[in-house]
């Protein structure tokens, strides 16, 4: 029952925080769910969010609902996904009446005016996270980049690596996205088949 | 409110908004804008009960508010057709189907073998591709969100603060919030520009 009222409370939680549209989720996620509470891998979470991006709807409405499934069964996808709507269902519904005087009003401007770099130094730190399970084989060691900045030259001995047969997905998906060649959708499915075929050939 | 809504009778305002955002989600890929536009192509052009470019004007302000762009923009939708039941209605229609599929597809997830060598580097992939769309999605908001140092510094600060010092990104984004109204509303007298929601946005949208 506990576990239950947790779940909902952090989706609450995630969806009072969420400025901007799902992907803004994407550092919560990564802090709470992975860091601090091992509901799953970050691994996982990076396979959630592709099944999430090309099956129908709502994309952070299908990650809540993978998340809660995976942690509480069909009871917890139902609590996330209720807990993540709720509270701008709830904001919502109270300020739709002065929405023009919303658009305007000195305070919002004012906060939108931080929110919005912090947003996008979140998703860039997000972005570094999921370098580190795609492109490049583990964390980055940022200690040892520190050691040869301090021209303690040391030969590295750890697992951090670049995946060279990842690098060509990783270009091809920027170009195509960037120029609008390909949806997120044919992307995605593009670059699963050929992460297989990689894998056969290397 | 719109004259195509007051003739019709309450039950079947609630039923229609319920059926088109089932349908809407169940069948458009793609997530928030793409869901806002099948929207805006039911409630504005086919049945009339939002006026032209209303959807789209408001798209700053949803922003605005906390939630998902597909989730709010179904509470809009609602609130203008049937009050806060109508919102509810609207919102439940636009996450049932997501529930739906979603359910399904979780429970035969635990049956893909993630130890097969081809599946693993797919995943991989997919992993890589979405690092992509994300550096991506970065570059093109950068011009939208940041305009002078203050900003540089709070996305700097904010992207330091986890990569390196593993601080709570809810503490950075309070932290930035307050910073924001601290500086544009006591700090520097006058609003800057770039403080504004809208940007050209709406421009770029209207295409």
Redesign the interface.
Known sequence: MMLYLSMFLIFVYFGAICFGGGSSLMPFYIDILVEKYHWLTLHELGDFVAISQVTPGPIGVNLATFLGYRQGGIAGGLLCTVGLLLPSWILMTLGVKSLDKWENSRFVRSLMYGVKPATMGLIAAAFIAYLEISLFSDRIPWDYCLEILKLHLVPYEGAFALRWDMLPIFLFSCWALYRNKLSIMGVIFLSAGLGALFHAVF | MNNQLTSQPRGKVLWLLFYHFFKI????????YA?LLAAEEIFVKRLHWLKEGELMD?L?????????????AA??VG??AAG?IG??VA?TG??L???L???F???G?SYIPMNN??????????????????????????N???HDWI??L??????I????LRW???L??I???????L???GICDK??E?????DGEKEVNRK
């Open positions: 989600a169940l069948f458009v890929v793609g997530g928030g869901i408001m700053a302000i949803i922003q605005t508010i906390p939630g998902l762009l597909a989730g709010n509470i809009y609130y203008r806060r919102a509810l919102l636009v996450a189907p997501s529930f599929v979603i359910t597809v979780a429970m997830f060598g081809y599946i693993q580097g797919a995943f991989v992939g997919v992993r890589t591709a979405l690092a992509g769309l994300m550096l991506v999605t970065l570059i093109r908001m950068w939208k969100t940041v900003q540089y709070i996305v700097l600060a904010c992207f603060g986890v990569v390196f709570n990104p809810g950075l984004l932290g930035a919030m307050a910073l924001g109204i500086y544009c509303m609003l800057p770039s403080a504004g929601i809208g």
